[in-house]
């Protein structure tokens, strides 16, 4: 079984520039989440795909954007980039039912300079 | 809205010792109840978790029980070793927004001493 796998694993950007993040989901699940984990915090939501369709949003900015493909990979988007959206970006996939387990890949570590 | 709150850390113990985290949640509906952990350099595993009240969660010799009435979901284990050094999540899943979205605590580091 295939787990939840992240690319890259570190990003430097520079203030304004876009940035996109991939994920691959666990092979069966269908639905993909997105978190943002500033250093020393807990992970904040930023939005989730189900079946290609946003599925609930948390509360990020527009320039937040994402997609999901029909084997349910997913893409976080991020323009206009600001110093404080470095942090580590991890996506987690599951079944797709209420509170199904999610799997948390390892993560995307962008730096904003 | 949701909220989850968990003692500060770090939380230093010697090996054996017994652990206690301390974890509260604020919901809206009836949510169920997780611990992760996250090791070094990786992203984070699901550890336990509970459903409704009065669960019980264990795993690896943690556990943690789900407690309506002081809105309580505590990590604890016996015996500590060297390897549960790491940061511990805990969060919660409220079904009354749709979909699967986790509400996660700052997180309490363990660090584990021989």
Redesign the interface.
Known sequence: ETG?TQSPTHLIKTRGQQVTLRCSSQSGHN?V?W?QQAL??????IF?Y?REEE??R?NFPPRFSGLQFPNYSSELNVNALELDDSALY?C?S?H????????????TRLTVT | GDS?TQMEGPVTLSEEAFLTINCTYTATGYP?LFW?VQYP??????LL?A?KADDKGSNKGFEATYRKETTSFHLEKGSVQVSDSAVY?C?L?D?T???????????TQLKVEL
């Open positions: 939840v639905t989440s978190y020393g915090q807990g992970p904040q939501f989730q189900y599925n609930g948390g991890l987690a599951s797709g039912a209420e509170n199904s387990p999610l799997h948390f890949g390892n993560g | 989850v169920s992760y350099g990786e992203g984070l595993q699901l978790k459903t999540f969060a899943s079904p927004g749709g979909g699967n979205k986790l509400t996660f605590g700052t997180g």
